[in-house]
């Protein structure tokens, strides 16, 4: 079993960066693959970026690709989501999820942190 522990969120300005941290606790960290998903006030949860277990492979939803870099430190038992040029529209609480690949929906991930908030004031 995994269990994760976002950090990092906060309020920011727009074209700020921000970088989240999820820990995860439990020796088999680097057998998942991992994810990061966010959910706005009001809207449905998103998928923003996935990483395979070994940090060899990344992909990531059209809306953040370019701004957005997901990695992972598998002898931190962390992932990270390193967040550029922050728009008022990234604005959500995010989440890491850990599952056996990288998939895009929530329904492939079977660990989740309790989120972290993510304000972009414009």
């Known amino acids: 079993q995994v269990q994760l522990v976002e950090s990092g969120g906060g309020l920011v300005k727009a074209g700020d960066s921000l970088r989240l941290s999820c820990a995860a606790s439990g020796r088999t960290f680097s057998r998942y693959a991992m994810g990061w998903f966010r959910r706005a006030s009001g809207k449905e949860g998103e998928f923003v970026a996935t990483?395979?277990?070994?940090?060899?492979?990344?992909f990531y939803a059209d809306s953040v690709k370019g701004r957005f870099a997901i990695s992972r430190d598998n002898a931190k038992n962390a992932v990270y989501l390193q967040m550029n040029s922050l728009k008022s529209e990234d604005t959500a609480v995010y989440y890491c999820a850990a599952g056996s690949g990288m998939g895009l929906g929530p329904r492939e991930y079977d660990y989740w942190g309790q989120g972290t908030q993510v304000t972009v004031s414009s």
């Open positions: 990483i395979n277990y070994n940090g060899t492979a990344t």
